[in-house]
């Protein structure tokens, strides 16, 4: 069953990140900072969780901002937290320091494209003031993987997201996760931009939901008109 994640789902859902994540900038950062990045999700971005009975196998999280803006938000809303927390796990992990810093500065800096597709509406998709949403995080427990759970928190959000007013879903992905983006590819989401960011590997942005240019079937398909 899925359902929009609750306070009380914190703790299992940053379990399944740590699982799915587990060498990424957030995670490395420790199980308090990954607490406030859903609470974040939950009190200013959307997030699901799927359930069996009470225990979460799998979550899917994302912003109704901008990237940015959402990592910018988490940070000054937790600039106390963080200047409090961080000298702690930089002194146990000094390699973050760069980690931090680059990451900081990405935030502040505008993508380079190495590749667009569909250059005009790549440009009216992510022009100021439309309705976008940015799904940032897909999880499954590693024991519920390949069972149709990461489907699923797609197929519910391709439906719920339109039905809140959202007029484009987009999402990145690392272009070496060969199983996300072959999932997605089945999915009939397109990539519109592969970005290429110094320090960062090349990332694949993908389309999948655009108002009035595609359908989305019972099954999850989609559609391009
Ligand atoms: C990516 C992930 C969320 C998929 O969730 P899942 O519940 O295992 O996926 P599903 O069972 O719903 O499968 C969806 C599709 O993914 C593909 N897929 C899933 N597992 C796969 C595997 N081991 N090898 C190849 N393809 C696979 C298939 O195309 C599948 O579609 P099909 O069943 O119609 O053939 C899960 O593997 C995961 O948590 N990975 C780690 C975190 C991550 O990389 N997240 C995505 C980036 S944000």
């Keep these: ?30 199980r308090p900072a990954l607490i406030k990045l859903y609470e974040a999700f939950l009190t200013y971005g959307y997030a699901y969780v799927y359930k069996e009975g009470d225990k979460v196998l799998g979550v899917m999280a994302g912003t109704l901002s901008t990237v940015e803006k959402f990592y910018q938000r988490l940070i ?27 990451r900081i500065k990405r935030l502040f800096q505008k993508p380079e494209y190495d590749f667009r597709e569909f250059e005009p509406e790549y440009d009216l998709i992510i022009k100021p003031g439309n309705h976008n949403a940015y799904a940032l ?34 999402a990145s992905v690392d272009s070496t996760n060969e199983i996300t983006n072959g999932f997605y590819e089945k999915m009939g989401f397109k990539i519109i931009a592969r970005t290429k960011r110094k320090n960062f590997d090349l990332e694949y942005r993908w389309l999948a939901y655009w108002k009035g240019h595609c359908s989305v079937q019972e099954s999850g398909q989609v559609v391009w008109e």
Aim: aromatic content about 8%; proline content about 5%.
């Design 137 to 170: 995080m897909l999880g499954v427990s590693p024991e519920s993987r390949g069972k149709g759970v990461g489907k699923k928190l797609w197929i519910h959000q391709l439906h719920d997201l339109p039905e809140r007013g959202v007029d484009a879903i987009l």
């Design 76 to 102: 000054f809303e937790n600039i106390l937290f963080f200047a409090i927390r961080m000298p702690g796990v930089l002194v146990k992990t000094p390699g973050l320091v760069r980690r931090i810093f680059l």
């Design 1 to 30: 069953m899925i359902e929009k994640l609750k306070f009380s789902d914190i703790d299992a859902v940053v379990e399944i990140h740590i699982e799915s994540f587990p060498t990424s900038f957030l995670t490395s950062l420790g």
